[in-house]
């Protein structure tokens, strides 16, 4: 399953990347993606036609929030670390990105088995 | 301890109060362009009133609240002033050491120095007025003592990257800073008398319902990222203050020609708050999850954002008239005529600036932005929204300051 991604930077030097998934977000996915906190807005209670919001987060390493059911998930890393060490360690910034990208192939991956 | 914030809901004006002040939601953006433009400015000497407005303003909301909580400890107000400045997105203190007498206080986080250097860069002088203010009204409110029983020194400021924190050095003594008296809540309508009108596909009563019960308070380090920037549930009456004061030296010493000196600086910072705030709202999940599926017309797009600006506390905005070329917005109790009404009096002149500003930067997003195709907002967007030909200006007809019903913002293309 092929997700494309979109890296910025965000008002405060953090890394921000939009994902656009093959599949639509459901609570399932969102489960599987490591955060250790979720909210969701029931916006179709207010407004018919609306979408539930959810925002979640791995407390102190990235927020995410999408519009369920939708493609499109946000997610804001912590602060760009400094330069890679001589040793070619990434910086803490580029193993959480990769941290969260392995988990989010694997809840693909399942999703689609 | 958990603390329940005080917050009240004024449905019938779309306001927010907390111990009688109205808050308001801005953005890191504006706070920083705001604040540059007042430090800008030549001939005056801002950091008075950039310190006094904020001494104010956290003086009367914090003696109120601590009545409200029946708080007569300092530990016990010490930790009320501290969660609600975390709350409200503005940083976080540890006021515990802290006396009767001041002391030294530092934070890693406050919200003006990290928005001031991602904006602009580090600055060698120290940039959070608000902070400095704020701790000097916070411990007179804690102590009993009168406003302006504290001077503050913001001795480092993380905002010049030498160091990693800011600091403070608070004492009792002679203010270092004008004092003022709190309109509180301004002069309000009695009753807003709202328009018939066209509201597109938009439930704008959906809307404020959903997005005024959304969480949106400060995190464990006193920031509030939404939307793609960094909020602020700041002081109606602080904005009010530092803008007015600064307008009203410059008329002191130039006559009427410093009010066409002041206005199109807070004009542009309305540009700017609306080009980020606004933007990060439309290119938002929370805009796609709650707005996006009622859209059906480009002028829907301009309702949707009407719709959530309802629930910033700015006030009850609606379009009267709306076409590809023009559109005017009236706001009821828009929140600087209800200042200015509270602190000066009546207005023989139109200042509801950032309204303006505003009113322009919607439709400069929605008709010359492309913003359905979520574009990135950098300077180069910026110039060729707001300063390119054809962008759209915005001109006041009427102004609730002056004592008219409502402000009136009409916005055409130039």
Known sequence: MRVQGFRTLDCAHK?????????????????????????????????PGASDHAAFSKSGVWHATCALDGRELVVTFGRSGPEPAASGDPSPCEEAIAAFERNLRAALERRAA | MTLTIPLQIDRARRRFLIGGEPMVFHCHHYNTHLQRSILDAPWVDSEPFLIGAAADVAFAQLTKVFTEYGAASAPHRKMIAEELYRWCGFGTFDLSMLDEEGGRVTSCNSHYAMAWQAKFGPLPDPVCYFATGWLCGALAAIFDLPLGSFAAEHVSCRA????????????????????YRSPGAGKTTEKQELLEVDEGNVDYEGVYRALTGMDLS?????????????????????????????????????????????????????????????????????????ILPSLETREDWVHGLVAAVNALGWGRWQVAELSAEAATFVIHDDYESNAYLGMYGTSDHRV??????????????????????????????????????????????TCRAMGEKYTTVRVFRG
């Open chain 1, 15 to 47: 890394v921000r990347i939009r994902y656009f998934l093959p599949v639509p977000l459901d609570r399932a996915l969102l489960a599987r993606l490591g955060g250790d906190s979720l909210d969701v807005q029931e916006f179709s209670k207010s407004i």
């Open chain 2, 352 to 397: 509801s600036y950032l309204a303006q500003g505003a009113a322009a930067g919607i439709m400069n997003l929605v008709y010359r932005g492309e913003i359905e195709s979520k574009p990135r907002f950098t300077p180069d967007f910026y110039e060729h929204l707001f300063k390119a030909d054809g962008n759209f200006h915005a001109e006041q007809l």
């Open chain 2, 218 to 290: 400060g995190d464990s380090e006193g920031h509030i990222p939404a939307f793609g920037v960094y909020l602020t549930r700041h002081f109606a009456n602080y904005y009010a203050r530092v803008t007015f004061e600064l307008e009203r030296a410059l008329i002191q010493r130039f006559g009427d020609v410093g009010t066409l000196a002041a206005k199109p600086l807070f004009v542009e910072s309305g540009h700017v708050c609306a080009f980020n705030m606004f933007g990060g709202i439309m290119t938002s999940t929370e805009w796609d999850a709650l």
């Open chain 2, 160 to 179: 010049g990257d030498v160091s990693e924190y800011c600091a403070w050095e608070v004492r009792r003594g002679v203010p270092n800073y004008n004092i």
